[in-house]
């Protein structure tokens, strides 16, 4: 069984109750869940203060043992606060030494990020305590999905997906969308060129979505990439004024502006049902009118 030491950089998990109920769910199935104490943590709306959420990540550092998880107990917003003084260094000598496996996703995408881009560090795009482990019911396909990625080297994602027929390889990364665009002209956001660029959202209206994908456009940065994968927009419906402007009518615009494949439909993001994704790994990306496939490596794994 694992270990799960728990991080809350962001926001205050406003739902204990489910924090609980993942905590609960990991203990059931056998793993051990470190550090606790942090759930109930307050202020404001922060899931503490400034101090204490920055020694959650810097205390990665010192965190001894092999095979730990570190999972974020939610999302929010928060983690940007902590750019300046995370200590990105010796974070990248602990990955060196005895790699940790880093997931979560939302608002602690730029964490993530920034270790990509100062250090090359990998991480894992994926659920987080509250919303995913402390859903009322777990989603199989999550769970399933989320162990297939910490337990092999090379594993595959498959999915039914839209798109132009593609064949490409590259570095996988990116997150949640709104926190990639926060990065854009920082150090945190990884300079890379011909990759595979994975995005998702939350509540965001299809106009918000392609406002920030054309910013990325207009920067340059989507048409250095191999391919773009869209995954959940979860909360994205159109209204009465939008007379018919979608989040598909968005996508396929897009599509007419951008020089490189877009590939929709992913589960990947605030979804229940989401896979987990190493960003940074390597990954070949495969689609056609068979449908869309993904295989992924380099990524730091559980060792038996």
């Not at 924090?19 to 059931?28: C, K, M, P």
């Not at 092999?66 to 917003?77: F, H, K, P, S, T």
């Not at 018919?244 to 992913?266: E, F, H, K």
Request: hydrophobic share 40%.
């Amino acid at each position: 069984m694992s270990q799960f030491h728990l991080v809350a950089p962001s926001g205050y998990c406003i739902n204990q109750e489910a924090a609980q109920r993942g905590v609960q769910r990991l203990l059931a199935d056998g793993h051990q869940v470190q550090n606790q104490t942090i759930i109930p943590r307050r202020q404001q709306r922060f899931a503490g203060s400034e101090a204490q959420r920055l020694m959650d990540i810097n205390a990665l550092t010192q965190l001894a043992g092999a095979n730990q998880i570190v999972m974020a107990v939610r999302g929010g917003y928060g983690a940007s606060r902590l750019l300046e003084q995370i200590d990105w260094q010796g974070l990248a000598r602990r990955q060196r030494e005895q790699p940790l496996l880093i997931c979560g996703h939302s608002d602690f995408t730029v964490i993530q990020l920034g270790l990509l881009a100062l250090h090359n560090v990998i991480t894992f795009s994926g659920p987080m305590l509250a919303g995913n482990f402390g859903a009322p019911e777990m989603n199989a396909f999550t769970v399933d999905q989320f162990w297939r990625a910490l337990n092999n080297s090379t594993y595959y994602v498959e999915w039914q997906g839209d798109g132009p027929d593609t064949e490409c390889t590259g570095q996988l990364w990116g997150g949640n969308l709104a926190m990639l665009v926060s990065l854009v002209g920082t150090r945190w956001l990884p300079a890379i060129e011909n990759g595979i660029l994975v995005l998702e959202d939350i509540n965001e209206h299809p106009f918000r979505v392609e406002r920030m994908l054309l910013q990325l456009h207009h920067a340059g940065i989507l048409d250095r990439q191999k391919a773009i994968v869209l995954g959940s927009f979860s909360g994205s419906a159109a209204n009465d004024y939008d007379a018919g402007y979608d989040l598909a009518t968005m996508i396929d615009y897009l599509r007419a502006r951008v020089s490189v494949p877009i590939i929709s439909g992913l589960d990947f993001g605030h979804e229940q049902q989401t896979v987990t994704l190493p960003l940074g790994a390597q990954a070949t990306l495969k689609h056609n009118a068979n449908g869309s496939h993904l295989t992924l490596s380099g990524h730091p794994v559980i060792n038996r």
